[in-house]
C-alpha cells in the first residue's frame, strides 16, 4: 500500500513523541536512584583508597555509608594550599561525589581519613588520566607526607572489559600500595610497566618503591595510569608541603 | 504447543544468529572476556529483542514502508536505553563493568535483522518466540565463548580461580591471546564448526 507523506510525517512525529515521553519519564524515575548509586560508589572508592578495600569488597550500601561518614572528612583546599573552611566549601567536595565538575578555581576537594583518636591517617583525592578509550577516574590516597601511597582506586572509565578494566581489579591497585610518588624530592609518579616489574629491573628500589606490573593487553590504560601518578598529584603539592612546614 | 519448542530450537541452533547468520560478531568478541559479561549482555539482549519484536510487530500493518528502518531503529534505540538506565540504577556495578557495550546493543544486527525479517512478517506471539529463541542462540555461544577465554586467559570460572596454583608453579601460564579478541575469533570458528558437524548452524 502507499501511504501518503501526511501519513509518514505523522507517524514519525507521534512515534518519536512516544519515544522521548518513555525515556524522559524513566530517567525521571531512576534519577535519584542512580544519583545515589554513583555517590555510594565513589564513597566506596574513596573507601578502598585509604584501605578499608577487605571491608568495603563485603558491605552493603548502608554499611559503605556508615563507615564511610565515621572515618572521612570531607575537606577543601584553597589555591595556597591551605585548607579552606569558608561558606559553602564544604559542600564541593561532596559535589565531586555526585560528579558535578571540578571548579579548580574555587578550591581542590580533599577526603582525609581519621581514626578514631582523631589522627590523620591518609588523605584520598580525586584522580583523572586519560586511557584507551576516554578518561579515568579514580582516588588515590597517600600518607600525611604526601608520598607513600596507601592505595588507588577507579571508579570511571571506559577501557575494554577484561582488558584495560582491569585497572579496577585488586591484584592491579594492591601493587600500587606503599609505592612512592617522589624520588629525591621531585614528583616522579609510579611507572606501570609492560609487562611484570621482575623482567624490567633488578634494581631494587626501582622494584620496591616506583613500579608496578602492568596488564596484559591493556598498555596504553597501563601508560595512561603511569601518567596521571605522575600529573594529577601536582595539584595538591602545595597543601602537602604546607603541611610539613607547619608540623 | 510443539511449535513453540521448535521455533526456539530453530532459531537458537539450526539458524543460530551467531553460528549460521554470522550476525553479532562485533558483541561476542568485545564481551566475551569472562562469563559474567557474557551472561548479563545475553540477558539485556534477550530483553531488548523481545520488546521490540513485539513491538514492532504489533505495529507492523501501521509502520510506513519508506521510513520503517528509521522507526524500527528508534523503538530499538528506546528499548536499548531504557535497559542501560534500569541496568545502572539496579545492578550498578554490573552496568559499569559492561561499559559502552550495552548501548551497543543498539547496532547489534541481530535485533534490526529479526524485526525486518521475522517481525514486521510475522504476528506478535510468533515474533517473541522468535526473540527468545535467536537471543538464547546468541546467549549460549557467548557463554561458552565467554568460558573457554576466562577459563585458559585468566585461569578463573565466574570469578573463581580453578587453575590450581601447583600447576602455575609448575610452570603453567595463562594465554594471553585468550584475552585477545582474536581468540573469539578463533572459538567462534569452532563453535560453527562442531555445531554444523552435530546438525546445527544448518548443517541439517
Request: hydrophobic share 55%; net charge positive; proline share 3%.
Given at each position: 500500500m502507499k501511504q501518503s507523506n501526511g501519513y509518514i510525517i505523522g507517524f514519525a512525529v507521534v512515534t518519536c513523541v512516544i519515544c522521548s515521553l518513555l525515556l524522559s519519564g524513566a530517567a525521571e524515575a531512576l534519577r535519584e536512584r542512580q544519583d545515589q548509586n554513583k555517590v555510594l560508589d565513589r564513597q566506596r572508592n574513596i573507601l578502598k583508597a585509604v584501605g578499608f578495600a577487605e571491608e568495603v569488597s563485603t558491605a552493603d550500601d548502608a554499611k559503605v555509608a556508615s563507615l564511610y561518614q565515621s572515618n572521612i572528612e570531607e575537606l577543601v583546599v584553597d589555591r595556597s594550599g591551605m585548607i579552606d573552611s569558608s561558606k559553602g566549601m564544604s559542600s564541593m567536595s561532596a559535589g565531586v561525589l555526585k560528579g558535578e565538575k571540578l571548579d579548580l578555581n574555587v578550591g581542590l576537594?580533599?577526603?582525609?581519613?581519621?581514626?578514631?583518636?582523631?589522627?590523620?591517617?591518609?588523605?584520598?583525592?580525586?584522580?583523572?588520566?586519560?586511557?584507551?578509550?576516554?578518561?579515568?577516574?579514580?582516588?588515590?590516597?597517600?600518607?600525611p607526607d604526601g608520598d607513600e601511597i596507601v592505595g588507588i582506586s577507579f571508579y570511571k572509565h571506559k577501557e575494554t572489559p577484561g582488558l584495560g578494566a582491569n585497572i579496577e581489579a585488586e591484584w592491579f591497585t594492591n601493587n600500587f600500595i606503599g609505592k612512592r610518588l617522589h624520588k629525591d624530592g621531585m614528583l616522579q609518579g609510579v611507572e606501570v610497566v609492560k609487562g611484570k616489574v621482575a623482567d624490567k629491573t633488578a634494581a631494587a628500589e626501582l622494584k620496591d618503591y616506583y613500579m608496578v606490573d602492568g596488564m596484559s593487553g591493556a598498555t596504553i590504560t597501563g601508560n595512561g595510569v603511569t601518567k596521571m601518578t605522575k600529573v594529577a598529584p601536582q595539584r595538591y603539592e602545595k597543601f602537602f608541603k604546607a603541611q610539613k612546614g607547619g608540623a | 504447543m510443539g511449535s513453540i519448542s521448535k521455533q526456539i530450537k530453530e532459531a537458537s541452533w539450526q539458524s543460530n544468529p551467531i553460528a549460521y547468520q554470522v550476525l553479532g560478531i562485533c558483541s561476542a568478541l568485545a564481551v566475551t572476556v569472562d562469563i559474567k559479561n557474557a551472561l548479563i549482555m545475553s540477558g539485556a539482549v534477550l530483553v531488548v529483542l523481545s520488546g521490540s519484536n513485539m513491538t514492532i510487530s504489533l505495529l507492523r500493518n501501521l509502520i510506513p514502508h519508506?521510513?520503517?528502518?528509521?522507526?524500527?531503529?528508534?523503538?530499538?534505540?528506546?528499548?536499548?536505553?531504557?535497559?542501560?538506565?534500569?541496568?545502572?540504577?539496579?545492578m550498578y556495578q554490573q552496568a559499569k563493568g559492561l561499559s559502552v557495550f550495552i548501548g551497543l546493543i543498539i547496532t547489534n544486527c541481530i535485533i534490526l535483522g529479526r524485526a525486518?525479517?521475522?517481525?514486521?512478517?510475522?504476528?506478535?506471539?510468533?515474533?517473541?518466540?522468535?526473540?527468545?529463541?535467536?537471543?538464547?542462540?546468541?546467549?549460549?555461544?557467548l557463554v561458552v565463548i565467554g568460558f573457554v577465554r576466562e577459563l585458559f586467559g585468566s585461569g578463573t570460572v565466574f570469578g573463581f580461580t580453578v587453575i590450581p596454583e601447583f600447576a602455575y608453579r609448575a610452570g603453567y601460564v595463562n594465554n594471553g591471546l585468550m584475552v585477545l579478541a582474536p581468540a573469539a575469533f578463533i572459538i567462534l570458528g569452532l563453535i560453527i564448526w562442531v555445531s554444523k558437524e552435530l546438525g546445527g548452524a544448518s548443517g541439517e
Open positions: 576537594p580533599l577526603y582525609k581519613k581519621v581514626n578514631a583518636k582523631g589522627e590523620t591517617q591518609a588523605y584520598a583525592y580525586p584522580v583523572v588520566g586519560k586511557g584507551l578509550w576516554g578518561s579515568l577516574y579514580g582516588f588515590l590516597a597517600v600518607k | 519508506r521510513i520503517r528502518i528509521i522507526v524500527q531503529l528508534a523503538i530499538v534505540s528506546t528499548l536499548v536505553i531504557l535497559v542501560d538506565q534500569i541496568l545502572s540504577a539496579f525486518e525479517a521475522f517481525a514486521m512478517a510475522n504476528g506478535p506471539l510468533a515474533s517473541l518466540w522468535d526473540a527468545i529463541g535467536n537471543a538464547l542462540g546468541y546467549g549460549w555461544v
